[in-house]
Structures are given as structure tokens and as C-alpha cells.
């Protein structure tokens, strides 16, 4: 499927892990798509919502391998990129990350990424993982489903 139709009628994407790191270190697999829809959210089509979840697990590398510059590009991007919306965990966000876990056995940090962007109101979250499908709530758009626009 082409991410420009993945991405029709979605305002709000929240954007996990995997997406994040794939164009921050233009990952030469997945940085065309993940270019073409941060673009989409540069130029204010859709907003894009993050977690702290999603910048810890960031900066995990970048913190043990020092990389300064790689930890600031990370931290711009989830926290202070254009059109993004960071999202803090709250208890609204703990009590739907325990229904989601409850409901479709997927791992706390999981819960908790599905759980922000539903308080969040975002139609589709961007991640490569498949699992994640299990949940119907919203539109789950896998990286390794997507082609270039």
C-alpha cells in the first residue's frame, strides 16, 4: 500500500519508535516513507503526536554511545517538532494502557504508546510492528506494509 493512501482522512498520527528512528538516521529501507510523511507533517497536513515513551526509547543509544548531537535531534524532533504534539503520560493514559493490555496482550510500553494516542484523538499511530494491529481502535500503519507515495 503507498503511504499517501495510508495516510488519507488521518489529521492526527501518532508516530511510535521505529518510524522516529528510521528518519532520524535515514534508514536507507524505511527514510523514504518516513521522509514523506514527515514532510506531510512539516507542512502542517497532519500533526503528529509523541510520548515519553517514545523519546526514552529514542535516546536509549544515543545516551550510551555519548552521541550529543544524535540525543538533541531526537529530542527536537519528539518534543519540539513542527506540528507535533508531545503527549505526557497521565492517569487517563495509564487506565486505557491497562484496558488496551487487558483486552489484547501486548506489552506496557505498547499499551501505553496505543493508550496516549487514543487520549490524544489521533486516527492512525506509524510504527513496524505488526502486533500492534490487534488493536482496532484506531489505524495501525505498518512501515513494512507502506511504499513510497
Do not use: W
Not at 27 to 44: A, L
Not at 66 to 78: P, T
Not at 81 to 109: C, K, M, Q, W, Y
Amino acid at each position: 500500500m503507498r503511504i499517501s493512501s495510508a495516510l488519507q482522512n488521518i489529521t492526527h498520527l501518532f508516530l511510535d519508535t521505529p518510524a522516529v528512528i528510521y528518519y532520524v538516521e535515514r534508514n536507507p529501507r524505511y527514510f523514504p516513507v518516513t521522509e514523506f510523511v514527515f514532510d506531510q507533517i512539516d507542512n502542517g497536513y497532519m500533526t503528529a503526536v509523541t510520548s515519553p515513551v517514545t523519546l526514552a526509547e529514542c535516546l536509549v543509544v544515543p545516551y550510551r554511545t555519548g552521541d550529543a548531537k544524535l540525543q538533541q535531534d531526537f529530542l527536537d524532533l519528539i518534543v519540539y517538532g513542527n506540528n507535533t504534539v508531545f503527549v505526557s503520560v497521565d492517569r487517563e493514559v495509564g487506565r486505557r494502557a491497562a484496558e488496551i493490555r487487558a483486552a489484547h496482550n501486548i506489552t506496557l510500553p505498547d499499551a501505553l504508546q496505543i493508550a496516549t494516542a487514543l487520549v490524544a484523538g489521533c486516527q492512525g499511530l506509524l510504527t513496524n510492528d505488526a502486533t500492534l494491529k490487534r488493536v482496532t481502535q484506531l489505524n495501525v500503519i505498518v512501515l513494512d506494509e507502506m511504499s513510497q507515495s
